[in-house]
């Protein structure tokens, strides 16, 4: 089975910009949660959506939001785009969703803001 | 609220040496947690994780944690290191409830291996 994929892997962006990233996950996985990583905050929860819906968040601005698709694809977007936004994004899917699950992690995208 | 700490943002170990990498949690239910390694530039994989059921776990790669309730910890470790385990090592704690079912991360071990 293929794993979790991301994309775009690189960003650029500025100040004041909006971003969408991607992320798919593997097949027959139903749960895509999404984190945040930094060097000063480390990994972060953001959200998880199951079944196209969010189903927990984290607590970041509203800035950030997602959804997923019906073939549980996902995608990520952040308004407003802040120099402190600039982190690794990790998306990460399960078959069911829950602690118990085992989370399976994709690659990540790394967004610069400038 | 559950939070992690690992202690040691850098630890080296000599290769063939016992690796211990350490981990204490905090959380008011019984916690799941988990063991997870970063290697550059990619995403995370899991090592290993607790569930409730016995309390020392094994892993992929010669890894093993075991969870102590009375110490609120869990250790990883692996009898001995090879040079692939350099790497960033993550533990985490997940609790049920409260609308953020998304696990709690410490903030690293980076391991260095010597020659």
């Known amino acids: 089975k293929a794993g979790v994929t991301q994309t775009p892997r690189y960003l650029i962006k500025t100040r004041g910009q909006q971003v969408t990233l991607s992320c798919s996950p593997i097949s027959g996985h139903r749960s895509v949660s999404w984190y945040q990583q930094t060097p000063g905050q480390g990994l972060q929860f953001l959200f998880e959506y199951f079944s196209e819906t969010q189903r927990n968040k984290g607590n970041f601005p509203g800035r950030f939001s997602g959804r997923q698709f019906s073939n549980s694809r996902s995608e990520m977007n952040v308004s407003t785009l802040e120099l402190g936004d600039s982190a690794l994004y990790l998306c990460a899917s399960s078959p069911r969703g829950g602690l118990a699950d085992t989370q399976y992690f994709g690659p990540g995208t790394r967004l610069t803001v400038l | 609220a559950q939070s992690v700490t690992q202690l040691g943002s850098h630890v080296s170990v000599s290769e063939g040496a016992l690796v211990l990498l350490r981990c204490n949690y905090s959380?008011?239910?019984?916690?799941?947690l988990f063991w997870y390694v970063q290697y550059p530039n990619q995403g995370l994989q899991l090592l290993l994780k607790?569930?409730?059921?016995?309390?020392l776990v094994k892993g992929i790669n010669g890894f093993e944690a075991e969870f102590k309730k009375s110490e609120t910890s869990f250790h990883l470790t692996k009898p001995s290191a090879h040079m692939s385990d350099a790497a960033e090592y993550f533990c985490?704690?997940?609790?049920?409830?409260?609308?953020?079912?998304?696990?709690?991360f410490g903030k690293g071990t980076h391991l260095i291996i010597q020659p």
């Open positions: 985490a704690v997940g609790v049920s409830g409260g609308g953020a079912d998304g696990l709690t």
């Open positions: 607790y569930t409730s059921a016995a309390t």
């Open positions: 959380s008011s239910v019984p916690p799941y």
